[in-house]
């Protein structure tokens, strides 16, 4: 078995949204401690919807890949940037602050 080394591991994910998003100001929900975690939204560059992930739980970039297909299946942004800074969330609560970083872009 390959240890994993100490620290955050960083995880970049791209997906192709056709749901563009009109101007908006940074969203930013959740806390970053114990089992939770913080999202931003951000306005991004083109028609694509980028994730960027750290987190202290390294070893998991299959379950997040699972999560987030799940949030553009449901979402489909573009144009929009996600940064997301994890300290061993589990799915739910990932999907739970995702959900309600985009419930803040509804006007």
Do not use: K, Y
């Amino acid at each position: 078995m390959t240890a994993i080394p100490p620290g955050l591991e960083t995880l970049d994910f791209r997906f192709a949204g056709t749901r563009a998003v009109p101007a908006f100001a940074p969203v930013l929900v959740g806390v970053v401690g114990s089992g939770n975690l913080e999202v931003m939204l951000e306005p991004g560059d083109g028609g694509d919807c980028a994730v960027h992930v750290q987190t202290s739980a390294r070893g998991f970039a299959p379950v997040w890949q699972a999560v987030l297909d799940d949030f553009h299946h449901r979402h489909d942004l573009a144009g929009v940037r996600v940064s997301i800074n994890d300290m061993g969330a589990t799915p739910a609560v990932v999907s739970l602050r995702l959900d309600q970083a985009v419930r803040e872009l509804q006007p």
